[in-house]
């Protein structure tokens, strides 16, 4: 551990960004899942920063919750006296376990399903430690339900983070009334195909689709069931665009999921399109990709690769180390079906490159 941390020191040099920490996690038997995903966390600057900034105010605060260990986590790392090292994440563990009987057991676990558990709970904990606030709060005005208006509900720095707004459009074919949904998300999973790209998969997801036959459209309009055109569109996309690749496939020939190896091409700097007109120029940087090592989803392992100050790490439990930027494509999956470069990239993390 001492080699690999004076190892990495010594390729970085001098380049070794001032006030920057580089440690890995110890592996509590099947933890590369959470591992994987809380270097990415770590490595996404507004949520480090709104972290660490809970902590300083809520040093004092409450009961444990999984907020408090990852912000002790995470501040852990921040004030540690060495560059490099290793940690053991061993309280924030043991707070999933208790909370959580789905990652109790030793099989290996999805770090998708995990982080999309981590940042809900942590956005559920906020606000309801702002309710709890507003509710405590004698001097300031009342911001409770009052004579029938509707207070506003509480936004949360995870929620200003991470969440963007889909916007589901279904047009009716006979009278042409476009019906419009609205919904939230934390990120967007997408279907995959071989030899393909971030950019061809986001097309895919946006693309218009026909109702017809059992799957018609009921028009409240025409009050009846309609042929109708279906898409999705970004109506308003997120500060960090979370993509999780949907390597993972049911196949009802095998009776079983399958892992999906397909080469699927991720840019280092991405351009949304399908988005509404006043966010079409919005542009994306790479900055970490949680990667599946292994054939199959019930086994295998999880590394992350991260960028932090114009260099590219690699994270692999306990072991960490410098690798090319270059060496990102290694990571985009088979163009065959059989390969033994079982290393694919599976959640992939962007940060939004204009100001909103």
């Not at 507003?134 to 509480?154: A, D, F, I, R, Y």
Request: include cysteine; charge should be negative; hydrophobic fraction near 30%.
């Amino acid at each position: 551990m001492g080699v690999a941390g004076s190892k990495l020191e010594k390729a970085l040099g001098e380049q070794f960004p001032e006030g920057e920490r580089y440690f890995g996690f110890e592996n509590f038997g099947n933890t590369c899942y959470c591992n994987s995903v809380l270097q990415a966390l770590y490595f996404c600057a507004p949520f480090r920063e709104q972290l660490l900034e809970y902590y300083s105010t809520n040093n004092k605060s409450c009961e444990e919750n999984l907020l408090t260990c990852l912000a002790d986590l995470f501040s852990q790392i921040s004030s540690q006296k060495k560059k490099t090292g290793v940690i053991a994440p061993k309280r924030f563990v043991q707070r999933l376990k208790k909370q959580n009987v789905l990652f109790r057991s030793y099989m290996h676990q999805d770090a998708h399903e995990f982080l999309n558990y981590l940042l809900n709970e942590l956005d559920d904990i906020l606000e309801k430690e702002a309710k709890t606030d507003n509710e405590t709060s004698s001097n300031g005005p009342k911001l409770l339900q009052e004579n029938g208006v509707h207070k506003e509900p509480t936004v949360t720095w995870v929620h200003k983070t991470f969440p963007g707004i889909l916007t589901n459009e279904t047009r009716c074919l006979r009278c042409e009334t476009v019906t419009a949904r609205d919904e939230t998300f934390l990120d967007l999973s997408l279907d995959i195909e071989q030899n393909s790209s971030i950019t061809s998969c986001l097309n895919n997801f946006c693309s218009t689709e026909t109702l017809h036959s059992e799957d018609k459209f009921f028009c409240d309009k025409c009050c009846s069931l309609q042929e109708a055109q279906k898409r999705m569109k970004i109506k308003k996309p997120p500060h960090i665009l979370v993509i999780h690749l949907k390597r993972f496939k049911y196949i009802e020939q095998l009776g079983r999921y399958k892992k999906l190896s397909y080469r699927v091409v991720f840019p280092l700097e991405l351009k949304l399109s399908n988005t509404v007109e006043e966010y079409a120029d919005i542009e994306y940087s790479l900055f970490a990709v949680v990667v599946h090592v292994g054939t199959g989803p019930n086994h295998g392992h999880y590394v992350s690769l991260v960028k932090s100050h114009n260099h590219w790490l690699f994270f692999d439990d306990e072991n960490v180390e410098m690798i090319e930027e270059s060496a990102v494509q290694t990571f985009f999956g088979s163009s065959q079906e059989y390969s033994s470069n079982t290393d694919h990239g599976y959640i992939l993390f962007y940060e939004s490159l204009g100001t909103r």
